[in-house]
């Protein structure tokens, strides 16, 4: 089982570069494919961005690639999501998501486990 608490969201302004973090619970964390997705207000939930297990690997949605970074510190059993030059576009709740293959997926239901979300605002 492993519990995810994601935390670093806010209200800011266009061009800002907040980081999300995600604390994980569990032994395995290491051997888990952590993801971010993002579900804004009438809209569905989408993907923004998938690391490997072992960080080597990185996926983003074309939506964000070159402004976000996934990373994570399997020691802090943490993964971040960098955000760079936030869009008004970019609001909505991010949410972190562990998932127990080692391949990583933009499929939401390929994902195990859940957190309950960090809302991001972002201004004009």
């Known amino acids: 089982q492993v519990q995810l608490v994601e935390s670093g969201g806010g209200l800011g302004q266009a061009g800002g570069s907040p980081r999300l973090s995600c604390a994980a619970s569990g032994r395995t964390f290491s051997s888990y494919a952590m993801g971010w997705f993002r579900q804004a207000p009438g809209k569905e939930r989408e993907f923004v961005a998938a690391?490997?297990?072992?960080?080597?690997?990185?996926y983003y949605a074309d939506s964000v690639k070159g402004r976000f970074t996934i990373s994570r510190d399997n020691a802090k059993n943490t993964v971040y999501l960098q955000m760079n030059s936030l869009k008004p576009e970019d609001t909505a709740l991010y949410y972190c998501?562990?998932?127990?293959?080692?391949?990583?997926?933009?499929?939401?239901?390929?994902?195990?486990?859940w957190g309950q979300g960090t809302q991001v605002t972002v201004s004009s």
């Open positions: 998501a562990a998932d127990r293959t080692t391949t990583i997926s933009s499929m939401a239901y390929d994902y195990d486990y």
């Open positions: 690391i490997r297990w072992g960080g080597g690997s990185t």
